[in-house]
């Protein structure tokens, strides 16, 4: 391996550590919606040169976390009132094709082992929950029949990722227990083929995070 594929190589080792740093900074709270990353602190702070932090928010910019503004650097991703009204809009509409096509596609067997999955989701943390929430969630998405339909879920799915590292919704533990709630009563309904149950399960959880999410972003103003 050449001297430059081999530093390459290093800087793409450091950015996941300092990708996963900034993640865990915005998770907490710490760096807030609207709130500029400070490269240079960045990499001071974790005894790296500005190459690996460089990297990685150009990776969180990719994933939608971060936006770049020019000459000005990265900023955390903001939402507002309406950017959540469109989201959750656009859930309802999503929704109704998703459980059409899960109605479809996929058997009770298969609905019942995905109930299954759903205390395999990992609680130890708000960050940890959110990623393997999403993962859980790319699974299911890989089932459905209707490809175009599981690509705008994964666009969906990414948005709600984002939202939830981004925005501090408060008591993390019963954020937890809420979307966990959702997920056995949505797929405990799917597996007993009870579609209108499932179906009210997810219209009333969006009708929660519209009533849940706006006082939420009063309460992470942008600087």
Known sequence: ??????????????????????MRAIARGDLKPGARLNEAQMAQALRVSRGP???AARELEGQG????????GFYVAAFDSRAIRDIYEAKDWL??????????????????????????????????????????????????????????MMVLYRKFYIVSVVVDSGDDARRVA????VQRRF?????????????AVLRDDTAYWLAELPPALSRSPVP
Request: glycine share 2%; proline share 2%; hydrophobic share 55%.
């Open 53 to 55: 932090v460089r990297e």
């Open 1 to 22: 391996m050449s001297m430059a594929s081999a530093e390459a190589l290093r800087i793409v080792s450091l950015s996941g550590a300092v990708r996963e740093r900034i």
């Open 65 to 72: 976390f971060l936006v770049s503004r020019p000459n000005q």
């Open 187 to 199: 797929w405990s309904a799917m597996a007993r083929d009870d579609l209108a149950a499932a179906a």
């Open 178 to 181: 809420r979307i966990t709630g």
């Open 95 to 152: 929704e109704s094709a998703f459980l059409a096509d899960l109605a479809r596609s996929l058997p009770l067997a298969a609905r019942a082992t995905i109930l299954a999955e759903i205390d395999a989701l990992d609680i130890s943390d708000r960050l940890a929950f959110t990623e393997t929430l999403f993962a859980f969630r790319a699974r299911v998405l890989a089932l459905l029949g209707n490809r175009f339909l599981a690509d705008l």
